[in-house]
């Protein structure tokens, strides 16, 4: 009975390091990673929130590639210490740090105003800064956080760069999230002024999506894509229960990246020639209708609302689009 029990362990034991196996080997494969060799020489590239987690590390490979890169953070001591630190790293003494609250709109107007007196172009905007709440926050100019740090300022952000980016023939990559599978847009409701959602940030993220679409059908002498980079290892998760923080940085540890592979896919999009204005990416590869990308994603009519929405929405922030 003894020796009964112990093969049926080994057997279980042997079953399951062969998942884990297999599962590392699947994760692994599919990371993808960004094979462009292009250089930075002479190209502007502004990245938001790049002073941790994925933005840090799309900012120190760019700033390897000897770009002039411009790190967008809305805290001035974390914002330095980055550039410090991607100085040392990089041996690219061209990183400047500017300051950039996304989340307002009267901040995101005074970075462009200072961008546009000291740029002459931007080759690459990435929109990357992002927040997951869980509850309704409020910002001084009465939006609720998740959106206006996720959809409103990026949103306002580019639109104000368009013409610098246009001189360039710029791309523009906004950072989504494969959380968009789930997510949905109420254009009456982009405020919380209705309710607030638990899937508030799979929402945001959806309005990327319909943001980048809609953004390509408008402007087509930029280059505009929307990228998952993975279940990456960093603090975005910051504002949620422990035990899921424990789960996703350890127990799930095989199956999350790390904030240099996360990086990747974001880089394949800033970077490679097969890039397509208006796709979707993850694991450096265009993931267009399928079954990761919800289906509003490709309604026009909705992108067309919502960028209506959006535009009169920033406006009303004493904001007003060029
Ligand atoms: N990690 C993942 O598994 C995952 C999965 C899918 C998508 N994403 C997306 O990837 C992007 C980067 O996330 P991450 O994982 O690197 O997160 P992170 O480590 O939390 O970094 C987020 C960055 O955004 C900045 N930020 C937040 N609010 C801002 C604001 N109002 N103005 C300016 N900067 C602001 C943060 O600045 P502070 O340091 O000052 O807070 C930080 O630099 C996000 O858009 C996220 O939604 C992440």
Known sequence: MGMLLSRKMETCLLVGCGVYFCFYLYFK???GKCKSKKTLEGKTVIITGA???IGFEIALHLARRNGRIILACR??????AARSRIVQLSGNSNVVFRLVDVSMMSSV???VDVIKREEKKVDILINNAGVVTLEKI???EGLELTFA?????PFLLTTLLMDLLKKSKGRVVNVGSAASVIGTVDCDNLRAEKNFSSLQYHNSKTANLLFTKELARRETDVLISCVHPGTVRTD??????LPVRIIISTVFRVLTKSPTEGAQPVLFC?????VQTGGYYMDCRLYDHTMWVPKSAYDEGLAKKLWETTEKIVAECGSKIQ
């Open 29 to 31: 494969l599919r990371k």
């Open 75 to 80: 805290n001035s001591e974390k914002g330095e």
């Open 236 to 241: 975005v998760f910051r504002h949620m229960p």
């Open 51 to 53: 002073n941790t987690g």
């Open 270 to 274: 800033a970077l490679d020639d097969s």
């Open 109 to 111: 107007r005074a970075f």
């Open 149 to 153: 740090t996720n959809h409103f300022g």
């Open 138 to 140: 409020l910002t001084e």
